[in-house]
């Protein structure tokens, strides 16, 4: 089954230390999306992608960055600049600019505690 | 610029009573519109999505929402609840912005809550 894939759900970090959290599509889909989720604030964008070797800053960038070397694959690396890196963290993709309406799929999160 | 606005931070109702989850857009071209629903710690499931065809839109889970441009609205409804229907509800907006970029916005959620 096509999908997006999320690894770890649950990462533990100690405050001062970089993390990387991996997201992987089998769908073919051009676009990779991610986003920040705390309660009450719904999902923000972090950084997305539209195609390989090229993404862009969202609204909340500051103190993440990424890499996308292969269609399948946009890693997200929480870096030790990010000042509340506690949160949930969501991928999505979706077929890219010549389908704008489509819908986005999403993978299951990965819940980052840094302590 | 879009923008989209979820009018309620929380719903309840009791199961077998309708249920109706708001949400305002703001949007410079013609948007698409969808729902999306999220339970605990899961990523986020499409119930439905309005891109310029029909108004009233059916979605899974026997859910429907009717776009109404003169209102800048897209409320989600459904007849009867269930109590699997407990979770949070996202409204998203999106449009091909300055640039062609398609960059979907989030409202803030709705908590729905589905009491016996």
């Known amino acids: 089954d096509g999908g997006i894939t999320q690894s770890p759900k649950y990462l533990f970090r100690k405050e001062g230390q970089n993390v990387t959290l991996s997201c992987e599509q089998n769908?073919?889909?051009?676009?990779m999306y991610w986003y920040r989720q705390d309660p009450g604030q719904g999902l923000r964008l972090i950084y997305y992608?539209?195609?390989?070797?090229?993404?862009q800053k969202g609204d909340i960038a500051e103190g993440y960055s990424v890499s996308r070397e292969k269609k399948e694959s946009f890693p997200l690396t929480v870096t030790s600049a990010q000042k509340n890196p506690t949160a949930f963290y969501l991928c999505?993709?979706?077929?890219?600019?010549?389908?704008?309406?489509?819908?986005?799929?999403f993978g299951n999160g990965t819940r980052l505690t840094v302590t | 610029a879009q923008s989209v606005t979820q009018l309620d931070s929380h719903v309840s109702v009791s199961e077998g009573t309708p249920v109706l989850l708001r949400c305002n857009y703001s949007?410079?071209?013609?948007?698409?519109l969808f729902w999306y629903v999220q339970h605990p710690n899961k990523g986020l499931q499409l119930l439905l999505k309005?891109?310029?065809?029909?108004?009233l839109v059916k979605g899974i889970n026997g859910f429907e929402a009717e776009f109404k441009k003169s209102e800048t609205s897209f409320h989600l409804t459904k007849p009867s609840a269930h109590m699997s229907d407990a979770a949070e509800y996202f409204c998203?907006?999106?449009?091909?912005?300055?640039?062609?970029?398609?960059?979907?916005?989030f409202g803030r959620g709705t908590s729905l809550i589905v009491h016996p």
């Open positions: 769908l073919n889909h051009d676009a």
């Open positions: 998203v907006v999106s449009d091909m912005e300055t640039g062609g970029s398609y960059i979907p916005t």
């Open positions: 999505a993709s979706s077929p890219g600019q010549l389908l704008y309406n489509s819908p986005l799929h």
């Open positions: 992608s539209q195609i390989v070797n090229d993404f």
């Open positions: 949007s410079s071209y013609s948007p698409s």
């Open positions: 309005y891109t310029s065809a029909a108004t």
